[in-house]
């Protein structure tokens, strides 16, 4: 099959319009599923996100205000469970984190440790600060 240089135009300008219009409707439906605010603003709070999956359940699976209800404090329960699995989690990553800091001192030398001592202690102060951590490994 011979295809001429018009044809072979047509083909290429129906895949550039296709590609248009599915790229189009892709971000339509990410942008008003996903992220329904484009504005830049902040991202929701807590409870406007909790409320949102609340009223999307509600909507799709015609909830009774007492499943509503029920849906609500399952959401709290989990939350606060959550909560209690990622506080348990610190002191593991603080003294995995102790653990790393003693090894690398321990194959350094004096003068490197002096450095590694002082680097540490900058990376601290900006986490306190609340500054980014920056550089390879959360250095």
Known sequence: MNLTRSSIAVYIGLVFVSGVLLGGF??????????PSKSGKASKSPEDVR???????????????DQVAKVGL?????????DEVHRGTIPAQQEI?????????????????????RLQ?????????GGPRGGPGGF
Do not use: P
């Open 26 to 35: 892709g971000d339509h439906v990410y942008g008003t599923r996903i992220s």
């Open 51 to 65: 409320r949102a999956i609340i009223d999307f359940w509600k909507s799709h699976l015609k909830l009774t205000d």
């Open 74 to 82: 399952i959401m709290d329960e989990t939350r606060v469970r959550m």
């Open 97 to 117: 984190r102790r653990e790393q800091m003693e090894k690398m001192r321990a194959m350094l030398t004096l003068d490197q440790q002096r450095e590694y001592d």
């Open 121 to 129: 202690k900058e990376r601290e102060n900006r986490m306190k600060k």
